[in-house]
């Protein structure tokens, strides 16, 4: 098991070199976990390397590398099971991972997070984390975002009318908005959400 600093040190390594492609230095992950000691995050870096997360390249300047199970173990989550939302049904433990990388991640594939509720009845709601799979064009139905006139965006279900795009809001607070096509750009469509609990 990773110490809360631990993890928040090799989750801070792991999201770097995704990001630039290349691992950060001691000084830029001090600065990124707010360490002001040296001497701590070496000690970090190293627990990481003992543990098996971390291969250390002697004498690189940039000479931190992920491992598989560092890899593994930030991207996936236990899956113990199915859980009833009806009727009750026999709890049974299960064995298998769920892969969040595989369940969010992706090329192309972009986070916004939700601001309002016009698409509440959807099961968005204020606050939610969306995830967006960037695409230029949609189906009917689909729920996208939407760049109108080069300006606004917004998340709603696409309908194609002829010559004109209907933006549909998942609340009967809120009216559908109507558009020629050319004043709507689809940006991308929904493929996921995310929402935390306190």
Do not use: C, W
Request: hydrophobic content about 40%; proline content about 5%; aromatic content about 4%.
């Amino acid at each position: 098991m990773l110490t809360p600093s631990q993890h928040k040190t090799l989750t801070f390594i792991r999201h770097f070199i995704a990001q630039h492609d290349y691992a950060p230095t001691l000084s830029e992950i001090a600065a990124g976990v707010g360490l002001r000691s040296k001497g701590s995050l070496h000690k970090h870096v190293q627990a990481l390397a003992d543990a098996g997360y971390l291969h250390i390249a002697a004498g690189q300047h940039r000479g931190l590398r992920l491992t598989p199970q560092a890899d593994a173990q930030t991207h996936t989550l236990p899956l113990l099971g199915r859980i009833a939302a009806g009727q009750p049904i026999e709890a049974i433990p299960g064995e298998e991972t769920l892969n969040l990388a595989e369940f969010l991640l992706g090329p192309d594939r972009f986070a916004l997070r939700v601001q309002g509720d016009s698409m509440q009845d959807a099961g968005i709601l204020d606050g939610d984390t969306v995830i967006i799979q960037r695409r230029d064009s949609a189906m009917n139905d689909d729920i996208v975002v939407a760049l109108i006139d080069d300006e606004e965006a917004t998340l709603k279900r696409l309908r194609h009318r002829g010559e004109r795009i209907e933006l549909i809001p998942a609340n009967p607070a809120y009216q559908t908005q109507v558009y020629a096509a050319e004043r709507v750009k689809i940006q991308g469509v929904l493929v996921g959400q995310l929402r935390t609990y306190p």
